[in-house]
């Protein structure tokens, strides 16, 4: 089956560091990734779609200045969480798409912790 | 209303049981659909997809209704590690952008 990879899997660092999530798919070619975040006992929500050689799409309240997403290969995107503070804390969860009628194949998720 | 709605349970059932799922969307131009399983501080997992001839895997049973635009998920004989939280998934057209919808979940606890 379909296998997404997301590295790392866990992240605790300082208040103002940038911390990069790498998310790809291993096996196909992802047309279409995205970046979900979810808090506790919540649904997941969607942060932003991004297509191979071109700008993300995010959902609205998603600052894109400070979710930094770069999709250069269509096996990998990444989402730079730049000068990351406390209440970014949650789980990210990238997902990858090999076509439009396709479902989404999630990476294990990155658990990052801003102390 | 949501695009897709689900009951959000719990569902407590015990072992053996049947349990069915159910869930609704709005948007009826959408292509496909698909039921995800997400276990506790995990990522979803693609459980299956649901087509209009219904869809059987094992104990578990996917059908959609288009004219109903409703969605089910049954699983039969349930064990202790179905408990999970069932997401029903539903992909637009392409006026849409192919846009994704998730639910926002049903919980199953399975009871020995």
């Known amino acids: 089956g379909a296998v997404v990879s997301q590295h790392p899997s866990r992240v605790i660092c300082k208040s103002g560091t940038s911390v990069k999530i790498e998310c790809r798919s291993l096996d196909f070619q992802a047309t279409t990734m995205f970046w979900y975040r979810q808090f506790p006992k919540q649904s997941l929500m969607l942060m932003a779609t991004?297509?191979?050689?071109?700008?993300?799409?995010?959902e609205q309240g998603v600052e894109k200045d400070k979710f930094l997403i770069n999709h250069a290969s269509l096996t990998l995107s990444t989402l730079t969480v730049t000068s990351a503070h406390p209440e970014d804390s949650s789980f990210y969860i990238c997902?990858?798409?090999?076509?439009?009628?396709?479902?989404?194949?999630f990476g294990d998720g990155t658990r990052l912790s801003i102390l | 209303r949501k695009e897709v709605e689900q009951d959000p349970g719990p569902f407590n059932v015990p072992e053996g049981a049947t349990v069915a799922f159910n869930c609704t969307y709005s948007n009826s131009a959408s292509q496909s659909f698909f039921w995800y399983r997400q276990d506790c501080r995990k990522e979803p997992k693609l459980l299956m997809s649901?087509?209009?001839s219904g869809n059987e895997d094992g104990r578990f049973t996917a059908q959609l209704n288009r004219a109903s635009q409703y969605i089910s998920l049954l699983i039969r004989d349930s064990k202790l590690s179905d408990s999970a939280t069932y997401l029903c998934?539903?992909?637009?057209?392409?006026?849409?952008?192919?846009?994704?919808?998730f639910g926002a979940g049903t919980r199953l606890f399975v009871k020995a």
């Open positions: 991004s297509n191979e050689g071109s700008k993300a799409t995010y």
């Open positions: 997902s990858a798409r090999g076509g439009e009628g396709q479902p989404q194949h």
């Open positions: 649901v087509y209009s």
């Open positions: 998934v539903v992909n637009g057209d392409r006026i849409g952008g192919f846009k994704t919808i």
